[in-house]
């Protein structure tokens, strides 16, 4: 089985910007978690998706949001980005029979000018 | 291909016994390893780490051990307690923490019996 992929891989912004990341599942799994990881707040969980909906919310604001398609693809959205908001984002997905085991994938690194 | 293993899904233990979690990885340019406890709707926090130039790092309760040479490490939980019942991921990073990307476990499910 193929594993979890991201794309993009890597990706530049400058401040105010928006930008739409991607995430695809092992096939078969449904839930799609994201997380943020940065050295100084390490891994921060950001939302949780299974069969489109959204299941689990992290401690983000309004500007990060998220959707998962019938396929079980997942995107990440964030507007008006901000320096901060530099950083790596994971996704994760798991299936229904073993909810708790996450496979991650390699992330895509964002960097915020 | 997985590079950071967790072969045990789960694992129960009694209160007050110890617990141990195993991490086994591949690849050999990862010289620093991370704990991470994540309770359920809640992101993984950070429970303890170890740098290849040791051993052995011990925080309270929580002791982990790396064995290089077999590509290893666990975490050592004396005594156990209910509230420790969580998902443990393993993860590793090859360079400074934070600089470089962690690869993660697929995560063990511990449940404390009382």
């Known amino acids: 089985k193929a594993g979890v992929t991201q794309t993009p891989r890597y990706l530049i912004k400058t401040r105010g910007q928006q930008v739409t990341l991607s995430c695809s599942p092992i096939?078969?799994?449904?839930?799609v978690s994201w997380y943020q990881q940065t050295p100084g707040q390490g891994l921060q969980f950001l939302f949780e998706?299974?069969?489109?909906?959204?299941?689990n919310k992290g401690n983000f604001p309004g500007r990060f949001s998220g959707r998962q398609f019938s396929n079980s693809r997942s995107e990440m959205n964030v507007s008006t980005l901000e320096l901060g908001d530099s950083a790596l984002y994971l996704c994760?997905?798991?299936?229904?029979?073993?909810?708790?085991?996450?496979?991650f994938g390699p992330g895509t690194r964002l960097l915020v000018l | 291909d997985q590079q950071v293993k967790q072969n045990s899904p789960s694992l129960s233990v009694q209160e007050g016994r110890i617990s141990i979690l195993n991490c086994d990885y591949t690849?050999?340019?990862?010289?620093?390893f991370l704990w991470y406890k994540k309770y359920p709707a809640e992101g993984p926090t950070f429970l303890i780490s170890?740098?290849?130039?040791?051993d052995k790092n011990e925080d309270g309760r929580f002791t982990v051990f790396l064995n290089k040479s077999a590509k290893h490490l666990s975490l050592h939980i004396v005594p156990s307690q209910p509230g420790d019942s969580a998902v443990y991921f393993c993860?590793?990073?090859?360079?400074?923490?934070?600089?470089?990307?962690?690869?993660f476990g697929t995560g063990t499910r511990l449940t404390i019996i009382p």
């Open positions: 994760a997905s798991s299936s229904e029979d073993s909810q708790e085991t996450q496979y």
């Open positions: 096939s078969g799994h449904r839930s």
């Open positions: 170890i740098s290849s130039i040791k």
């Open positions: 690849n050999s340019m990862f010289d620093y």
């Open positions: 998706y299974f069969s489109e909906t959204q299941r």
């Open positions: 993860a590793a990073s090859a360079g400074d923490f934070g600089n470089e990307k962690l690869t």
